[in-house]
């Protein structure tokens, strides 16, 4: 069965203005999650909310749910501004969050009982719920008497029975194995297309660009650090969305380009335009490293180094390494940023010296991965250059984590350093105590210094 979109002009939710930031500990001023965010859900749509790790996508959720009050902004829904918690909405966690000791049928009451809902109409509008879910004959089973896939269903049909205009899914299928979270995803959308759904929209957080593209009608990117909303995709293809449609692919790859290019316009239009160049920071300290360890890097150029070319499709690759958008980014963006790939249009191709770097020996390898971070890692040259103007060529870890602080919360400038610090060793620029938290120069390194000094 081939559908059509059924969106309308009604608009349920609108999100206006808002900016949301929490405060640092110790006083040490706000870390800002979200900047000037605007989303529209109408009647008739599924929206997707993609991002990666730290885009504020799970807290606009949340904004708009009423759970928490945005720092500056506003949120309307059914038409009014939101105060407490948004009784038009329903959510379905990550996590099952069931009560053990309630049954199936319970837990799915459970909210029309707090709205003082007859306990005749509550048996009823339940068991239609668990029905619609495929859990007719488990109404009287308890949660730990069910599998995940299971305990999901009856998130699902506890959302279901409170009938709201607008379904909130936080991430539903990431705690469940590959085939069960497939199987899932397929009933809801099958639900949906066929006009059987028990609210009028959906909105849905994901990382997963696949099924982003499976689900929804419009995609909205967030970028990250802080969230911010840098455009959005309309999946023009009928519904069911066919993964076989070369369209589909089409969208696939262009969602993971811009995605691997954090600085991209999100144009929306799929022919993809070249990415916009990074501009230079005034401070090394601001560049921000992906979360990867030197052996990532290199695993993933091995990978595709026996491919074609040394290409590879990166929605394959994903698949092929069963590795979630959020772990393959970060080493596809160390291998972009230390010149080693390069990502286009959906693809990841080596360059030369990417494949001299994927092939070659250990020793060489390493003598390529320093020359890479001393033409293009500004951080690590300047950690560099601060080691050798100390006479006995060590300084105290505290103070690059300090200049880190200027442009990271401290968590967050901690990862950093560390990450700083397998790449320096593993280039053999510098050398780490941890019991003394100090960083030094190899000593042969240290001597030469002394004597330039």
């Known amino acids: 069965m081939t559908t ?57 959720l949340r904004i708009m749910a009423g759970l928490i ?26 996590s099952f969050a069931l009560l053990p000791w309630l049954t199936v049928q319970e837990n799915v009451e459970l909210g029309l009982e707090a709205q ?15 029905d619609l879910v495929g859990l007719d004959g488990f109404e009287s089973a308890y949660p730990k008497e069910l599998s ?20 909130f899914m936080d991430e539903p299928f990431s705690a469940l194995d590959v085939l069960t979270s497939e199987n899932l995803r397929g009933e809801i959308d099958d639900l949906w297309n066929a006009g059987t759904f028990p609210s009028k929209s959906i909105l849905i957080v994901t990382h997963n660009i696949e099924e982003a593209v499976f689900l929804a009608d419009r995609v909205i990117i967030l970028g990250s650090n802080p969230g911010r909303i840098r455009g959005e995709l309309v999946i023009d293809l009928p519904r069911p969305h066919d993964r076989t449609n070369a369209r589909f692919k089409a969208l696939v790859d262009y969602i993971y380009t811009v995605m691997t290019n954090p600085e991209a316009e999100v144009t929306g239009e799929v022919a993809v335009a070249a990415p916009t160049p990074v501009q230079a920071s005034k401070s090394p300290y601001a560049q921000s490293l992906p979360h990867v360890r030197v052996g990532g ?13 040394g290409k590879e499709d990166i929605p394959r690759l994903a ?81 690059f984590l300090d200049l880190l ?19 320096g060793r593993y280039a053999e620029l510098f050398e780490y105590d941890a019991s003394e938290e100090r960083l030094y120069l190899p000593e042969p390194v240290a001597a030469q210094s002394r004597e330039q000094l």
Do not use: C, Y
């Open 148 to 167: 995940g896939g299971m305990r999901q269903r009856v998130g699902f049909a506890r959302a279901f029975v409170l009938e709201p205009q607008v379904l």
């Open 319 to 399: 698949e092929r390494i069963q590795l979630e958008v959020d772990d393959l980014l970060p080493i596809l963006d160390g291998a972009v940023m230390l010149g080693f790939a390069e990502v286009t249009q959906g693809d990841v191709k080596l360059t030369e010296i990417g494949r001299d770097f994927a092939t070659t020996t250990i020793l060489r390898s390493k003598d390529l991965f320093r020359q890479q971070v001393l033409q293009r890692v500004p951080m690590l040259v300047s950690i560099l250059q601060t080691l050798r103007e100390k006479q006995n060529g060590s300084m105290r870890a505290d103070f």
């Open 405 to 423: 602080d200027e442009h990271f919360p401290h968590a967050e400038a901690e990862r950093q350093f560390a990450t700083a610090v397998d790449w």
């Open 116 to 130: 003082g809902v007859r306990r005749d109409q509550r048996r009823q509008r339940a068991l239609k719920a668990i």
């Open 4 to 60: 059509t979109t059924r969106v309308t002009n009604e608009v349920l939710i609108a999100v206006e203005q808002v900016n949301k930031s929490f405060p640092l500990p110790e006083g040490k001023g706000e870390f800002r999650v979200l900047r000037n965010i605007n989303v529209t859900v109408r009647a008739g749509e599924v929206v997707a909310l993609l991002g990666r790790s730290g885009s504020g996508k799970s807290t606009l």
């Open 69 to 94: 009050p945005p720092s500056e902004g506003r949120v309307i829904s059914n038409g009014k501004r939101l105060q407490g918690a948004n009784q038009d909405v329903a959510m379905v966690f990550q």
């Open 297 to 309: 890097i290199s695993g993933l150029l091995e990978l595709i180094v026996e491919k074609p070319e």
